[in-house]
């Protein structure tokens, strides 16, 4: 069986997979890092994303193998050794961007990536085609989006802490 | 400690407690759970609509390489069907036909994807390649996928011994007084509509591991539940014949469910039985293509509605025909869904005097249908807030004062409708009127010559609904032919420090009780929100539970904590005035701290709690120690949330799109505990209420082939095709339960998809369109655009 070694979280780790074991099946079943999501076969939910090498990338579409040497980071590796949160991860808590919590890691990781690709700031119709890729069937998405828009605020370095929802 | 903390109590906005694992990766889905030893299963599914199984050859299969076991249903000749809750009755009173629901298929496949045989193996990818090497002797049979088919003459029976394929032919109200009522109409406005089939897709795909304890024989469940007692009650009474003391079933964090999650599927008790059988964990993920042909469908309803006015525009009466598709077999509450939780919605916000309704369920060759968001209610609100603004428009009466002339005043609560529902309260003038002034209905024309002006037709449209929620009480349901009660229990556990844990029947698979259901906690007894955990989802925990949906949890669940709470209370001031030496009716208690009346003498919470648990100055013959109460709460009435939802879409001619560009929501939900996730749950239930209006749509073909069976062919709503969406409360309390509450989880999949429509036909108001069926496809509306019957505007 192949071996595939590659740094998850900045934690190196070689493992055997099949040829057919796709990279999202590596970190869920391998590493058991369960917070990637698998929510369809067809590569249209988003529920997978993590970043590749910095780029956001769908596991289900990537073949473990192609995944070797990679730098991957997923949901679990956002937060800094301290538990201080992504500024991502405070906004989707403070505006309330999850409900039932299945499309956030995937959610929450395609923003990231999303904000970091536009360092001129994202409109609300830029966020929204922005997040083609993922689907949320609780929140309507309303909440996502304006989590987003403050928190790409606070990566960009325009203000120091998120503003805040209100009541 | 005893800290007074207002601001997280019923009322306050608090941030989520359950989001810092859910954003961490931390949560813990059945998929995420990993048993010692697990196998996994993989399920052969009919490719066919309608066939006889001849045969099932499993020996290649068996010979594959990691193969542990294959089972058919003929291993399982001791195992009952899967059971129906709800027995409806016909119009002459015989009991519905309720065929057999096999786990396995046995010697018939009735719908694409109904269960056939089960591989378990090493890895699932061996568990897969030996399910396609099973070969199955099919002989394919004719089939029936729509209700106009499967009634028809002649048509194929999906069961043999049903005939017609009617499951039953019920009724309510009176059809003689309905009659009198239409022969004395000044006007009689009929209108057909169908109300679209739908496919819940949670983003979570349903899983289930089954394990077994051979030291214990006990049997434990994980599996993606709304309510995992209802599954062990149905799964061990009726299906495996287990004991409710041996088997615990486990619904951990649950990534949506909509009511899709509700029901007993056949797979947890094939994992359940099958680890039993093999003696290892046995566990099944739902793929996505499986979870299209698998998971119960919403809706599917088609409708003649008829309704009675005088000359005033005053509605004198309904009658209402409808045939409900149950797909193949029926699921646990399908039978439910168009009786008692649609045709009893009929009156809606209306003085209505006379409504009559018949119902036909249909067998088909589908998959089964069942409760989807709303279950019953938004069918119903979408064929009488439709079949209003037709109403309006072929009296000339505005669309809004044909509305207020027919409301429920709101000085006629409580009001009884003629299709048995008692409403206890609401006030839809003022919530119809709060819409209006947050849309700026009033200076919608302006908009629309705007629209105009860049080549587009806008339109506006309204809803006015009302719901029923948290379904009861027992003993009426009971009556009804539920086969179960609908109480919810709750424990409220303190612990000697104070901190306390509570345990609830209820299920949040994204509703957020772990905040919710603590600031109850916090409010009442004055504990700090940290230390108050919600515990949910485990029968080995919770002394039991009904579960969530009908959005029952707040006002059923709640409820019943308040209950607990009371005795919590009663208990803690009884131990107070012996430390205190004063006569309980003078101890007070005002969130966490107790005082004589009229003293300064008082006791802290936690000097309480320690003393419940470290009885050494206490009245030991009296009461007994600790601090722990259940309660089971069984509801007086339904609730009745209402309000009035507003839509405005902008439709491009040239490509027939649709863009809602304004979604106002004044939503009754009773008292709010939560704005915050109240607001969530309306916005959540809005966009899945634009979603069936504008574009999704489950589709079979005449053989019964799924055509919208993937994310290519079933369009979800995405960020990009929905709109931001206001919402607003205007509260009326629930006058009979404690808290007030009345549920928001539903309203917005109710009020919003006659609104969008009501917008849509509006729009097109200079082509001639009566009506457009869901979802308003752009290919639909571009259709009826250049049909190019333009009207002269008006
Ligand atoms: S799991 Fe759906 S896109 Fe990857
Ligand atoms: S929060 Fe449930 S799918 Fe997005």
């Known amino acids: ?167 | 400690m005893n800290v007074v903390t207002p601001f997280e109590g019923i009322g306050a906005s608090v941030r989520r407690k359950e989001d810092l694992r859910f954003l961490s990766g931390r949560g813990q889905y059945t998929d995420d759970i990993n048993r010692p030893g697990q196998a996994y299963a993989s399920i052969l599914r009919s490719p066919h609509a309608h066939a006889t199984i001849g045969g099932i050859d499993i020996a290649a299969a068996r010979a594959m390489p990691g193969v542990v076991a294959i089972f058919t249903g003929a291993d399982m000749p001791d195992l009952g069907g899967i059971p129906c809750g709800w027995q409806i009755h016909n119009k002459d009173g015989s009991p519905m036909a309720e065929p057999m629901h096999p786990v396995l298929a046995v010697d018939k496949a009735r719908f694409v994807g109904d269960a056939v045989a089960v591989v378990i193996a090493e890895t699932k990818a061996q568990a897969r390649d030996a399910a396609e090497a099973i070969e199955v002797d099919y002989a394919v049979l004719p089939a029936v996928s729509t209700v106009t088919a499967a009634t028809a003459p002649g048509a194929p029976l999906v069961h043999d011994a049903v005939a017609g394929n009617i499951c039953y032919d019920w009724h309510i109200g009176d059809k003689a007084i309905n009659e009198a009522a239409f022969a004395g109409a000044a006007k009689v406005v009929e209108f057909d509509l169908v109300n679209n089939r739908l496919i819940p897709n949670a983003m979570e795909p349903r899983a289930a591991i089954g394990d077994f304890d051979r030291t214990t024989d006990e049997y434990t469940l994980y599996t993606t539940s709304q309510n995992p007692h209802v599954i062990r009650l149905l799964m061990g009474a009726f299906v495996l014949h287990l004991p409710e003391h041996k088997l615990r079933v486990v619904a951990p964090d649950v990534g949506g469910g909509f009511g899709s999650k509700i029901f007993h599927y056949a797979e947890e008790a094939i994992v359940t039985w099958a680890a039993g059988r093999v003696c290892r964990p046995v566990k099944w993920t739902c793929e996505r293509t499986e979870s299209f042909m698998s998971d119960a469908h919403g809706r599917d309803h088609v409708s003649k509605a008829r309704l009675a006015l005088d000359a005033n525009g005053k509605f004198l009466a309904l009658h209402v025909q409808t045939l409900a598709n149950m797909g193949a077999y029926l699921s646990t509450f399908a039978t439910s869904v168009p009786t008692y939780l649609y045709a009893t919605l009929l009156a809606g916000v209306y003085t209505t005097p006379s409504i009559y309704a018949e119902v036909k369920a249909v067998f088909t060759n589908t998959v089964p249908v069942d409760a989807y968001r709303g279950a019953g209610r938004p069918e119903a609100t979408f064929l009488l807030e439709r079949l209003v603004d037709v109403a309006a428009r072929e009296t000339g009466i505005d669309r809004i004062e044909i509305r207020r002339r027919n409301f429920i005043p709101s000085d006629a609560f409580p009001y009884q409708t003629p299709v048995a529902l008692q409403y206890d309260s609401g006030d839809y003038q003022t919530t119809l009127d709060a819409a209006l002034e947050t849309a700026g209905w009033a200076s919608f024309e302006e908009r629309r010559a705007e629209a105009a002006t860049r080549g587009r037709l806008r339109g506006i449209g309204i809803s006015t609904y009302v719901e029923a929620c948290g379904i009861a009480p027992s003993a009426v349901v009971g009556a009804l032919g539920a086969r179960a009660g609908l109480y919810e229990v709750g424990t409220i556990r303190v612990h000697p420090t104070g901190s306390v844990t509570v345990l609830t029947g209820t299920h949040s698979h994204g509703q957020g009780h772990e905040t919710t259901l603590a600031q109850l906690v916090t409010d009442r007894l004055g504990v700090p929100l940290a230390q108050v955990d919600v515990v949910h989802g485990d029968t080995a925990k919770i002394p039991f539970g009904m579960g969530t949906y009908g959005s029952r949890s707040l006002a059923v669940g709640g409820s019943a904590m308040v209950k607990a709470m009371d005795k919590i209370v009663a208990k803690a001031r009884r131990i107070a005035a012996h430390l205190m030496e004063a006569s309980v009716e003078d101890v007070e208690f005002d969130r966490g701290t107790f005082r004589v009346a009229g003293t300064d003498k008082t006791k802290s919470w936690g000097e309480i709690c320690l003393t419940a648990y470290v009885p050494h100055n206490y009245p030991i013959e009296e009461i007994e120690p600790g601090l722990d109460e259940t309660a089971f709460y069984d509801p007086k009435n339904f609730t009745y949330p209402g309000g009035a939802h507003i839509c405005e879409v902008e439709i491009e001619p040239e490509t027939g799109i649709t863009t809602v560009v304004n979604f106002t929501a004044v939503d009754d939900v009773g008292r709010v505990i939560n704005p915050m996730i109240v607001e969530g749950q309306v916005q959540g239930g809005v966009c899945q209420g634009i979603g069936q209006a504008l574009l999704e749509a489950c589709v079979y073909d005449a053989e019964g082939q799924l055509v919208s069976g993937s994310y290519m062919d079933y369009q979800m709503p995405r960020a990009n095709d929905l709109p931001m969406v206001s919402v607003a409360t205007h509260v009326t309390l629930c006058t009979h339960n404690p808290l007030g509450v009345k549920g928001c989880g539903e309203v917005g999949a109710i009020g919003s998809p006659p609104a969008v429509i009501n917008a849509v036909v509006d729009a097109l108001k200079d082509y001639g369109v009566r009506h457009i069926e869901m979802p308003a496809t752009a290919a639909k509306i571009w259709g009826i655009i250049n049909a190019g019957h333009r009207l002269a505007a008006e």
Do not use: W
């Not at chain 1, 970190?27 to 076969?41: A, F, N, P, Q």
């Open chain 1, 1 to 167: 069986m192949p071996q595939v070694t590659l740094t998850v979280n900045g934690k190196t780790s070689t493992v055997e997979v099949e040829g057919r074991t796709l990279l999202v099946e590596l970190l869920r079943e391998k590493l058991r890092l369960t917070g990637t999501h698998v929510g369809c076969d067809t590569s249209q939910c988003g529920a997978c994303v993590v970043h590749v090498d910095g780029e956001s990338v769908k596991a289900c579409t990537v073949l473990a193998v192609q995944a070797d040497g990679t730098q991957v980071t997923t949901i679990e590796g956002l937060a800094k050794a301290d538990g201080t949160l992504h500024p991502m991860q405070e906004a989707f808590r403070e505006y309330h961007a999850l409900q039932c919590g299945f499309c956030t890691p995937g959610m929450v990781m395609s923003a990231i990536d999303l904000v970091q690709k536009h360092p001129a700031g994202l409109s609300e119709k830029e966020i929204r085609e922005g997040l083609e890729g993922n689907l949320c069937r609780c929140t309507g998405y309303h909440n996502i989006v304006k989590a987003i828009a403050a928190a790409q605020e606070v990566m960009h370095g325009r203000v120091q802490t998120l503003a805040l929802a209100g009541d």
